[in-house]
């Protein structure tokens, strides 16, 4: 899967789109894009997806609201050939409702030659290594497996697991299910976070969305912070679940 991490701020909008991610689709050059949308976030009519050369200027190849499933996740097909041959090129998404337009996401480029089959997330370090390989340890991207194969993890960062002592796990920090503060831990912190973010009106914003979801539900609940709070206890009460977006093949 081709994936995309947003942190752009919105000026006219109170609105994040969280993440985009790309999963190549079969029989052509259609590529699946799905993303996410945090709360708060005002009503929005329409999405849009841009490619482009450079970030200078972009094609608009996207526009719609598709329906997000039970995460969260909304999901459209869009013709993005370049994509499919191999042709470097920029994506990025916007949000837009009658306040106007959002500013654009951080823009993903996908460099020339990049073989989905062998490196699902087009980030350059393959996920399918020869026998023997271990997942890569942070800025290692040569004889090691893409330590995050679904989801760009470009540096190949690591900063530990599970507990906020905790060393490096294997599980790149990109897709660290749990870790919704974007430490590279899945600690108590997280677990206060996703608590104080679901109450009417929110207490705290989690960075990563995306990473809320641990086995509580399909989608993220006060069942994923108890989750991550027990896990924390020694022994571990409670297991924490690779099941997050970014941690799941497409």
């Known amino acids: 899967m081709h994936a995309l991490q947003i942190s752009s701020s919105v000026r006219r909008l109170i609105l994040v789109p969280a993440l985009l991610a790309f999963a190549p689709a079969s029989g052509g050059a259609a590529t699946l894009l799905r993303w996410m949308q945090p709360a708060p976030s005002a009503p929005v009519q329409e999405f849009r997806v841009y490619k482009g050369a450079s970030t200078a200027q972009g094609e608009l190849v996207y526009a719609g609201l598709p329906i997000p499933d039970a995460q969260g996740v909304h999901a459209a097909l869009v013709q993005i050939d370049e994509i499919d041959q191999g042709v470097p090129i920029y994506v990025w998404l916007t949000a837009a409702n009658g306040a106007g337009e959002s500013g654009p996401s951080n823009a993903q480029l996908y460099p020339e030659g990049c073989d989905p089959l062998l490196d699902t997330d087009c980030d350059g370090v393959p996920e399918d290594g020869a026998a023997g390989d271990v997942p890569c340890a942070t800025g290692q991207a040569v004889d090691c497996d893409d330590n995050c194969p679904y989801w760009p993890n470009l540096d190949q ?77 020694v022994p571990p009460a409670a297991t924490i679940a690779p099941v997050c977006v970014p941690a799941l093949a497409p």
């Open 157 to 233: 960062s690591d900063a530990g697991g599970i507990r906020a002592d905790s060393p490096p796990d294997g599980m790149g920090d990109a897709c660290q299910c749990g870790d919704v503060n974007g430490d590279g831990r899945v600690s108590n912190a997280d677990a206060v976070i996703i608590k104080r973010s679901l109450v009417v009106p929110p207490l705290a914003t989690m960075q990563h969305p995306e990473r809320c979801n641990v086995g509580g539900s399909a989608a993220c609940t006060n069942a994923d912070a108890i989750i991550v709070k027990r896990a924390q206890s």
